[in-house]
């Protein structure tokens, strides 16, 4: 088994030292592995609803947030912000791809600025992220510790409206610039690195149909059905195997 995982790291390898444009998805899990919330699991949905009243799915979006705005802001501030994760050594590689001008850019959903906190400075998020956030009204911008730290519902100092969230909320619409821009990436990509989600997530899903290059590897810790479509995958938590690169 270590001499499989072995040739595997080395294919990896080789296929880093010989891409000119490579494109990084990352996934959930990476957030995961790093102990960020994820109030899409079933134990995060139950323990929600006893404290709460209502699923993370139920207030996480925008009609909650406009209606129950206060109640919102208790569930953000105490359960989606209560755990921001640990950026884990083996993130680090990212950047390091990155600053030899192989990684061209991180497209990722994760709302915790993984990537960016690892030091990745093109990345594209998808869904917004908790680090930035907006008066509704008067569009001035806030840190996470003005949320953080106020009480109740954060207003704004200029205006007085309230502050929202810069994040994509259920249902809501994103940014279909963004979207195209990430497209227009993975299209002139000729490795795309996929970590923290199978084939069939919604990142991959959106995304793959533009990618026409040489090498498709996935990283990720569960076995699925899609793995076939790539040409290299390793199981595991990709910061322990981003560590064991040695790049």
Request: proline share 4%; aromatic share 10%.
């Amino acid at each position: 088994m270590k001499e499989k995982y072995a040739e595997k790291l080395d294919y990896l390898k080789q296929a880093i030292e010989s891409s000119d444009y490579m494109v990084c998805l990352s996934g959930r899990c990476v957030s995961e592995n790093c102990g960020c919330v994820n109030f899409r699991s079933e134990e995060d949905a139950v323990n929600s609803e006893i404290t709460y009243g209502y699923s993370p799915e139920e207030m996480f979006n925008p009609t909650f947030f406009n209606t129950r705005t206060e109640q919102f802001y208790e569930f953000y501030k105490n359960h989606m912000l209560r755990n921001l994760g640990e950026i884990q050594e083996g993130l680090f590689k990212l950047r390091k791809m990155e600053e030899s001008g192989k990684l061209k850019c991180v497209i990722t959903r994760d709302i915790f600025s993984i990537p960016g906190r690892a030091g990745c400075k093109n990345v594209y998020e998808i869904h917004g992220s908790i680090y930035e956030n907006v008066c509704s009204h008067c569009g001035r911008k806030y840190p996470i510790e003005y949320i953080q730290k106020s009480k109740g519902i954060p207003k704004c100092e200029s205006c007085g409206a309230i502050v929202r969230p810069g994040v994509y909320m259920m249902g809501e619409m994103v940014d279909n610039c963004v979207i195209s821009r990430a497209a227009e990436e993975v299209q002139k990509a000729d490795t795309l690195l996929v970590l923290g989600c199978n084939l069939k997530a919604p990142l991959p899903e959106t995304f793959l149909k533009y990618f026409k290059g040489q090498h498709l590897i996935l990283i990720n810790q569960e076995e699925h059905f899609a793995d076939e479509m790539a040409d290299l995958v390793i199981h595991g938590k990709p910061v322990d195997i981003l560590k064991d690169l040695g790049i």
